[in-house]
């Protein structure tokens, strides 16, 4: 797998993207023709109502599904097109995640759930461990090291989350409904923690939300309307 370079712009390139399920004898058309660029350092916020599509879009552009026409690009890689070990290879050195569940281990202390980026990238264990506290540490977790997902709260389990999503510096996280969980000061916090990352370190965050609250997070808006991009919005640009 070829580096992403640090220099494209935009690192992603969603180019006549078509999504369709069959459903009996029908067709249910999820996205009809999106062409969409995300630039690198961007928090881009993909906004829709249930049925909009937004959870079908984030699955192409994380390389969940197979579109039925068009192509995903990340990085100048066509990750539409690779095969799922290829996807998985990539996924782990160039994607993270952030879920609305969380997706902890419940058999895994927070230290180690935060440490499997590391895990899977081969390196050692006491360095991955080493790395993972200190990620703990720096989202106000350090007394919870050795804590088990079901000894947390919802808040302390989303902000492990954070940290395992961006401990191993990927390109691109993909935070899907990542305060969906959460009360309303939790979610303010979530929020400034996952934007004060992605500044720090310069990553892409691609948003996917129903909540108009989160577009004052995102540098932009994408709206989707059944299937389709309605709006694109630029709200401010960082300098970078």
Do not use: W
Not at 41 to 53: D, H, L, P, Q, Y
Request: hydrophobic share 40%; with cysteine.
């Amino acid at each position: 797998m070829k580096e992403l370079s640090r220099r494209a712009r935009p690192i992603i390139e969603v180019k006549g993207l078509r999504k369709e399920y069959p459903l009996g004898d029908e067709t249910v058309v999820a996205l009809k023709h999106i062409d969409l660029q995300i630039m690198r350092g961007e928090i881009c916020c993909i906004f829709g109502t249930s049925g909009s599509g937004k959870s079908t879009l984030l699955n192409q552009l994380a390389g969940m599904e197979k579109p039925t026409r068009g192509e995903v690009r990340i990085g100048g890689v066509p990750i539409s097109r690779l095969n799922e070990e290829q996807l998985a290879a990539f996924r782990q050195k160039h994607l993270g995640f952030v879920f609305q569940a969380y997706n902890l281990l419940p058999g895994l202390t927070a230290t180690e759930n935060v440490a499997m980026p590391l895990l899977f990238r081969g390196v050692p264990p006491a360095q991955r461990e080493a790395a993972a506290r200190k990620m703990l540490c720096r989202v106000g977790l350090s007394h919870r090291l050795d804590h088990y997902p079901g000894q947390m709260s919802g808040g302390q389990q989303q902000r492990a989350g954070i940290a395992r999503a961006f401990l191993a510096r990927p390109d691109v996280v993909f935070a899907d409904e990542p305060t969906g969980n959460l009360d309303s000061k939790t979610t303010v916090e979530v929020m400034q923690m996952i934007c004060g990352f992605a500044r720090d370190f310069h990553q892409t965050i691609v948003l996917v939300t129903h909540d108009p609250e989160m577009a004052k997070y995102a540098d932009r808006i994408v709206k989707l309307i059944d299937g389709e991009i309605v709006s694109d919005e630029v709200i401010r640009r960082e300098n970078t």
